[in-house]
DNA sequence: TATTTATTTAAGTATTTGCTTAAATAATAA
DNA sequence: TTATTATTTAAGCAAATACTTAAATAAATA
């Protein structure tokens, strides 16, 4: 594949990444998929809000983000489906909620929120 | 924007909400930027190799990720524009590493993938 | 029963993404 | 100088995203 000829490339090294790589491809391909659906600005302010709240239905997030009934919809539909959101039904009102499983991780993301809030205010 | 007249929604609540995104939302927009570019696959492990290798050129990290070199060059420009990875030049090889700048935040993701990893042994 | 309400789903679309191949740079070596 | 090497850039393209509007579900109420 490289079109690279190195006299100084590390034949060792290039190994020892690959098979570091290579047992930890699973954990990659989940962490990437949870990651990319943080990486949405809305998704992010939809998993920060279940997070402060406990639970909340489609209707109160679209109020609060502005944004349309059925792009939230399908935003917490993807998340539904990447596993890490779960629903709740009540009469007529579906109410989120963060499911346990990435429950760690992404409050390590929600706490580095909070220090990026902190340093702006003193910028 | 919102289709739903709901009777037991609460005004109180949502807008709380709305002004703690508000006051957030600088450091929203800057996390979600990072998280897309560490939400795919091939740019995560690219950053999780500059973290275990401190730094690697492009030619490396198509050898080891079977990658074709534009398309590694293609992510590290993305990742460089994005200022979460920095290049040194020496001679005709360019190094990339990982700027300090939101190296606390990925550490927290490599430390949970290796957690991942743990899990998927004993599954 | 018919209507209202909360939500989802479907279809359409403009934009973005992530690769490909080919060409352009820039530094080194012959 | 010319050729080689490492990398970037550009152009093209198929697939994925993220919204829109309109229609479909499903539960509650009149």
Do not use: W
């Not at 639970?55 to 596993?83: F, V, W």
């Amino acid at each position: 594949m490289s079109a690279c000829i190195r006299l100084y490339a590390d034949p060792v090294q290039i190994n020892q990444c690959k098979e570091k790589l290579e047992q930890t491809q699973e954990a990659f391909a989940t962490m990437s998929g949870v990651l990319a659906l943080a990486g949405n600005e809305a998704r992010l302010k939809i998993l920060y809000l279940l997070e402060e709240e406990k639970e909340l239905c489609p209707c109160d997030l679209s109020d609060i983000l502005g944004m349309s009934i059925p792009a939230i919809s399908q935003h917490l539909r993807k998340m539904k489906d990447g596993g890490i959101i779960q629903a709740r039904k009540e009469r007529q009102t579906i109410f989120y909620s963060l499911k346990p499983e990435h429950l760690k991780m992404l409050r390590g993301l929600f706490k580095y929120i909070q220090q990026l809030k902190q340093q702006n205010q003193f910028v």
